[in-house]
């Protein structure tokens, strides 16, 4: 089975993305909204992007999307999606989408490596956040912030192939979960983007402190990854004191070794 790229009709930067991999790749339309490649697939469907549920089957799916941030700083960015919480932007609370670390750090660094020479814009990795809620291993990779970078060319051919490379990669970089930090995980983020680690979920320090933590949720960033992971990392900093303890306890009564970040 193929992966599946994820394209929404109202979407600017999905349309300029989808128009990216139509002139790099050789893809056939088979129908309506649905393309063909030798190795992946690509759909369109209406709808806002988080809120999409793939009708076409897959090994994995890429969402292709714009980003926002309220410093409307460009970047590019690359996540897994998953509610630690509420469902407050698509999906369904409490539960966590399969996650697949080495695709999100392939399709970072191929990012990063083309950006480095024109744009020059921030990659970012993000912590899990929104929707929507699907059935096999998924990750988004968007364009930010505002409308003049979601419409660039140059940054959806950039978007692009990060996505291209996420789907040929067949890197097995160690895979962890982070707990802890800021929404851009300061302590996980070089770490994918210049390092040796992948990772799969990652939990920021304000969901845990403010949704709690259980061993169920727990259990779900642990468990639901594409591949096995190695273990989790905490950023030490970035989680209060009281939820950080009661995460250790779960950890380890778990059995889960972790370390520091």
């Known amino acids: 089975m193929k992966p599946?790229?994820?394209?929404?009709?109202?979407?600017?930067?999905?349309?300029?993305?989808?128009?990216?991999?139509?002139?790099a790749e050789k893809l056939q339309e088979k129908e309506a909204g649905f393309w063909v490649a030798p190795d992946f697939c690509m759909a369109e469907y209406d709808g806002e992007i988080i809120s999409i549920v793939p009708m076409h089957d897959a090994s994995f799916y890429i969402f292709a999307s714009t980003h926002k941030s309220s410093s409307n700083t460009p970047a590019f960015t690359a996540h897994t999606p998953g509610n630690w919480g509420a469902a407050d932007l698509g999906g369904e609370p409490r539960m966590l989408n399969a996650a697949f670390g080495s695709k999100v750090k392939a399709?970072?660094?191929?990012?990063?490596?083309?950006?480095?020479g024109s744009l020059k814009w921030q990659v970012a990795i993000e912590a899990d956040h929104h929707g929507p809620t699907v059935d096999k291993p998924?990750?988004?990779?968007?364009?930010?912030?505002?409308?003049?970078?979601?419409?660039?060319e140059n940054a959806g051919r950039i978007a692009a192939e990060g996505i291209l490379a996420a789907i040929r990669s067949t890197a097995a970089p160690p895979c962890y979960v982070g707990f802890g930090g800021s929404h851009y995980c300061p302590k996980f983020a070089p770490r994918v983007l210049d390092g040796n680690e992948a990772f799969g979920h990652i939990i920021s320090g304000y969901a845990i402190e403010k949704d709690g933590v259980d061993e169920e949720m727990a259990r779900q960033a642990l468990e639901k990854n594409a591949e096995d992971i190695e273990g989790a990392m905490i950023d030490w900093k970035?989680?209060?004191?009281?939820?950080?303890?009661?995460?250790?306890?779960?950890?380890?009564?778990?059995g889960i070794k972790w370390q520091k970040a």
């Open 138 to 152: 998924i990750l988004f990779v968007e364009i930010g912030s505002t409308e003049k970078e979601w419409n660039d």
């Open 4 to 23: 599946l790229v994820v394209i929404s009709k109202t979407n600017p930067a999905s349309q300029n993305i989808k128009s990216a991999l139509l002139q």
């Open 238 to 254: 970035g989680i209060k004191q009281e939820p950080k303890q009661r995460l250790i306890a779960i950890l380890d009564g778990l």
């Open 107 to 116: 399709a970072a660094q191929k990012m990063k490596e083309l950006n480095a």
